[in-house]
């Protein structure tokens, strides 16, 4: 069936540094995928998103792009900041059906100090 | 109001009760999916709606757990005779479905702890 496995965490970083966090994907079609981000104590938000091969989701300083030929959605930023500690999923839609069934990663827990 | 709704955002029950949790869509969201964020299990599908209908109750773990939307609208989790497994942080979403793949907008979460 479909998956998602991402990069364990913590990934600890010091502000301004260069954050990549590893997401590759198993899935029979053409997924969606996705970053999420879960701040301390608040709700899931969507990152960004890429829904076809090559299609670059970017927002808030943050990039992924969708690479069908190593199945993967790696998450990157070049400056990090404290701001950016937080949760961050990876997910892929489960499109059979047509509805968005989303399948997600273990969560990466990403901490960056001053 | 502007975003997905949940309540209670967190509720305490002993274990055998049964319990009810409630979702409010973003006005006009056909889709409506239920998720649970658990220690052990991660974040897991549980069910989607379309409209009032549930062509996919795939994810939900087993027959003390249902789910009904009216009016195309608001959705209930109910959990009957809660176990401690079932201690976890339900998430509601919706959606306008879309073939590129539809953006789901989450709640803020039911934090569920039985005791």
Not at chain 1, 65 to 87: C, I, M, N, P, W
Request: hydrophobic content about 30%; charged content about 20%.
């Amino acid at each position: 069936g479909n998956s998602v496995t991402q990069m364990e965490g913590p990934v600890t970083l010091s502000e301004e540094a260069f954050l990549t966090i590893n997401c590759t994907y198993t899935a029979t079609g053409y997924p969606s995928l996705f970053w999420y981000v879960q701040y301390p104590g608040e709700g899931l938000q969507l990152l960004l998103k890429a829904t076809k091969a090559d299609d670059k989701g970017s927002n808030k300083g943050f990039e992924a792009t969708y690479r069908k030929e190593t199945t993967s959605f790696h998450l990157e930023k070049g400056s990090v900041q404290v701001s950016d500690s937080a949760v961050y999923f990876c997910a892929l839609s489960d499109r059979g059906g047509g509805y968005n069934k989303l399948i997600f990663g273990a969560g990466t827990r990403l901490a960056v100090h001053p | 109001g502007a975003g997905v709704s949940q309540s209670p955002s967190n509720k305490v029950t002993e274990k055998g009760k049964d319990v009810e949790l409630r979702c409010d869509p973003i006005s006009g969201h056909t889709a409506l999916y239920w998720y649970r964020q658990s220690l052990g299990q991660g974040l897991e599908f549980l069910i989607y709606f379309q409209g009032n209908s549930a062509p996919d109750k795939s994810g939900l773990p087993s027959d003390r757990f249902s789910a009904e939307r009216t009016g195309g609208s608001v959705s209930t989790l109910t959990i009957q005779r809660t176990q401690q497994e079932d201690s976890a942080v339900y998430l509601c979403a919706s959606s306008v479905l879309s073939l590129a793949g539809d953006t789901q907008y989450f709640g803020p979460g039911t934090r569920l702890t039985v005791l």
